[in-house]
């Protein structure tokens, strides 16, 4: 199949712009393989502190006698998506013995729960976790005791950290290896319902939090179609798991199988030193995550994540380049909260093994891509079971339920749903796909706020009883670290559901888990220190359009205004400590990432 026009335009600029920092990148990992460290290079003293404590591995490692696997965990059991982490070291490391490889855990990363810090101080250090992530992943694998990496980790920033991390050591072979969704509990629409009634003072405390522990209820990630489940399906696209391991429920037969054929996968590539990530992750496998984010309704944290992902690897997108592909790519799975339905239910209806496999068809993904998990990417449209003790994929050709997952043909949406909008406010992310075609178009007054709590101090005043454009700013990277809004979703709703023209406008992000409420978010410039969104006041009009791909304050001259005063910087939960990310943190449409931004400028 020809690779669709659009897709190639696409990735042909991609390609184009990256030249420079794709080649710097490329050679730089060819350096780390044939004269970074490793086990013969490393000094007698250096080696033996390596396999002191190997224990039953200790003569292997230290005669060569197979590829050393070094794990870098996520493992905490306060986060139910990596609560079955706990058990997959001494896992990983019987299933490479079986194939003549052993394991070691080089090194744990912390993975924050943005479910529990949701609207919380703590949330303001969630963005920047994914930094220290990814530091603490470069530290784990910096030892040279390593020919592969498995990576343990699921949710939001977890994944984009352990990824940018590894590929500062691109010459060694990765796979990430899944842990998967919990059981469905109660379904998110009724646990959402429950949310708007308690905003409304109409159910109480008890209620909500019973309604929440039924959703919330076991191990595994949350059933919703969030940043975290995002995450999976873009592993998938990037040919970073064995084929379709991303929504298999934990602690089963088939999970455990998945994870043994990662081991014996990668126990391979890296005794072949085959496949290394910095290759497998290069522009088509950044295209490829991208159309699959549109064509499933993804998390728009990953306009901030997937440009960071790819800069790490010397390659450069941006948000013009998704507006394209979501222009082309077809919207063609309804999952929670962009339809009725859990990923259990999108996993029993076809899953990954459909959405490539329509996909491919159609010419809308690369198919001549370098995957880690399997030979090809035509081996992700088959779904794994087991037949007896022996894991096997089949072929997933068709949808078996079309009310939650289409072909390309036949699909909900002609467009992928999420439009870059611009204006004299700035460049922003508007996910029309989870918001009713009649919100597309707001225009409203603005009401300016500089924190969630104001914003839902003034809903409870009846302040908000109207037409209105909330305008939460201060949100942004520099001023407190970027955090997420979802608090706010409830009592917006309501104002909507009382039949007012609501949008929120904020250089803030959304949890992955929005939709409903029309939302210009990631606006950059961010406010601080004298962005457009500073020099709005309470009142002015505000145009947001999806259609047009427009975000105005109509009849203003901000220009001639001065900023307003901004909140003091964050201190309290330990965020103090993430000043220096914050100060020298660079826009959302490259990554939000202090890290990066200071690697690049010391980068030759």
Same mark, same amino acid.
């Given at each position: ?101 052993? =394991? ?47 990576? $343990? ?13 590894? $590929? ?15 059981? *469905? ?17 109409? !159910? ?5 939090? !019973? ?149 491919? *068809? ?52 002609? +467009? ?59 949100? &942004?990277?520099? =001023? ?10 409830? =009592? ?19 949890? &992955? ?26 009142? +002015? ?48 449409? *490259? ?11 010391? $980068?030759?």
């Amino acid at each position: 199949m020809t690779t669709h026009t659009t897709v190639a335009r696409v990735t042909d600029r991609i390609i184009e712009r990256s030249k420079p920092t794709r080649l710097r990148y490329l050679q730089h990992i060819a350096d780390e393989a044939e004269r970074g460290m490793d086990r013969p290079r490393l000094s007698c003293g250096n080696f033996a502190h390596g396999f002191a404590a190997a224990g039953e591995d200790k003569d292997s490692i230290r005669g060569l006698r197979g590829p050393n696997i070094g794990i870098v965990t996520a493992y905490n059991d306060m986060l139910s998506a990596h609560q079955p982490y706990g058990r997959y070291p001494e896992q990983i490391k019987i299933f490479a013995r079986e194939v003549g490889a052993t =394991a070691q855990v080089a090194g744990g990363v912390p993975a924050m729960c943005d479910g529990v810090t949701q609207g919380q101080p703590g949330m303001d250090l969630s963005l920047f976790s994914r930094d220290v992530i990814a530091m603490g992943t470069a530290i784990a694998l910096s030892h040279g005791m390593f020919d592969g990496a498995a990576l $343990l980790g699921i949710c939001d920033k977890i994944v984009p950290g352990l990824l940018i991390g590894a $590929l500062r050591l691109g010459h060694l072979p990765t796979l990430l290896i899944p842990g998967g969704p919990m059981p *469905s509990g109660l379904a998110n629409r009724e646990k959402q319902r429950i949310r708007q009634l308690f905003a409304e003072g109409k !159910a109480t405390r008890e209620e909500l939090l !019973a309604a929440e522990a039924a959703s919330y209820h076991g191990p595994g990630t949350c059933t919703f179609y969030g940043t975290a489940n995002t995450n999976q399906m873009m592993m998938e696209l990037m040919g970073l798991h064995v084929p379709n391991a991303a929504f298999v429920n934990p602690n089963t037969p088939l999970r455990q199988a998945l994870t043994r054929a990662a081991v014996h996968r990668l126990a391979a590539l890296s005794a072949a030193k085959a496949r290394p990530l910095g290759h497998v992750i290069d522009e088509k496998a950044i295209v490829n995550a991208a159309v699959g984010l549109l064509a499933t309704g993804g998390s728009t944290n990953h306009a901030i994540h997937l440009p960071a992902i790819a800069r790490a690897a010397g390659i450069l997108i941006d948000w013009e380049d998704l507006d394209a592909l979501s222009d082309a790519v077809p919207l063609i799975a309804r999952i929670y909260p962009n339809g009725a339905r859990d990923v259990n239910d999108f996993q029993h209806a076809g899953g990954m093994a459909f959405v490539i496999s329509t996909l491919l *068809s159609e010419g809308l993904v690369h198919a001549d891509t370098m995957t880690a998990g399997a030979d090809d990417l035509s081996a992700y449209t088959a779904t794994p079971e087991l037949d007896g003790d022996a894991l096997v994929w089949r072929e997933t050709a068709t949808s078996r339920d079309l009310d939650m997952l289409r072909p390309v043909g036949d699909p909900f949406r002609a +467009d992928g749903g999420m439009k870059l909008v611009t204006g004299n406010l700035g460049r922003a992310i508007f996910k029309t796909s989870s918001v009713a075609e009649d919100r597309w178009t707001i225009e409203a007054p603005a009401r300016c706020f500089s924190d969630q709590d104001q914003v839902l101090a003034a809903f409870k005043a009846g302040e908000l009883d109207r037409d209105v454009a909330v305008v939460v700013r201060f949100q &942004g990277p520099r =001023a407190n670290g970027m955090p997420e809004l979802h608090k706010l979703t409830p =009592a917006l709703g309501v104002v909507q559901d009382r039949g007012h023209r609501v949008a929120l406008i904020t250089d803030g992000r959304m949890s &992955g888990a929005s939709g409903k409420i029309p939302a210009a978010i990631h606006v950059s410039p961010e406010a601080l220190p004298d962005g457009p969104l500073a020099r709005l006041r309470d009142g +002015d009009m505000i145009r947001l359009c999806g259609r047009s791909g427009r975000l105005d304050a109509v009849g203003v001259d901000l220009g001639a205004r001065d900023s307003a005063p901004h909140p003091a910087p964050p201190i309290g939960t330990g965020r103090e400590l993430f000043a220096l990310l914050r100060r020298h943190c660079d826009h959302a449409e *490259s990554g939000a990432s202090a890290m990066l931004a200071a690697m690049d400028a010391e $980068l030759p």
